[in-house]
Structures are given as C-alpha cells and as structure tokens.
C-alpha cells in the first residue's frame, strides 16, 4: 500500500459526519499551505464546503502529514484526495 493511499484512507476514517460539515475558506487553505511549506495549489475549497487535495508526485511524507495534522481542527469533513492513480507506474 502506497504512502499516499494511506494517507486517503486515513483522511477517510477521520471525517465526522456530513450534518457537521464546516466550511473552510481559501484563504484559511492557503495559510495552512504557507504553514507547511506547500503549494497553495495542493489544497483547493468548494462551495459546499468540502477541500480539494491534491500533492503532487514528489510530495514528502512530512508535507502531507502537515498539512492533514493542520485541516482537522478546521472541522472540514469532506476532503477529496486527487492524485495517487495517476502516478501509477505504466501511465
């Protein structure tokens, strides 16, 4: 199992259900992007309420781990993780 699959399972297990959903701003994404040393870009709110995130392929552990140990007290309960298929071997 890959780090990153992990990671998206562990994100998955820690979500509180949708009747408790939080909405979490751009901008408060973005400072915890500046926070953990990672692009604005890995990280992306919707509308709903729900946050995009997306690492890229050389994303370290320790980047990751920032950033999901950072979005939990946010209260965000719906976070898509984008990205581990694509960086399969063979595509």
Known sequence: MSAMFAIAVYLQAAAVS???????????????????????????????????FRPSQTAKFEQVECLIRKLRPTGATKIGYIGNDAYRAGK
């Not at 408060?28 to 692009?39: F, R």
């Open 18 to 52: 949708d009747t408790a959903l939080a909405k979490v701003s751009q901008g408060e994404l973005n400072a915890i992007s500046a926070q953990c040393g990672t692009p604005e870009r890995w990280l992306r709110a919707q509308r709903k309420g729900g946050v995009i």
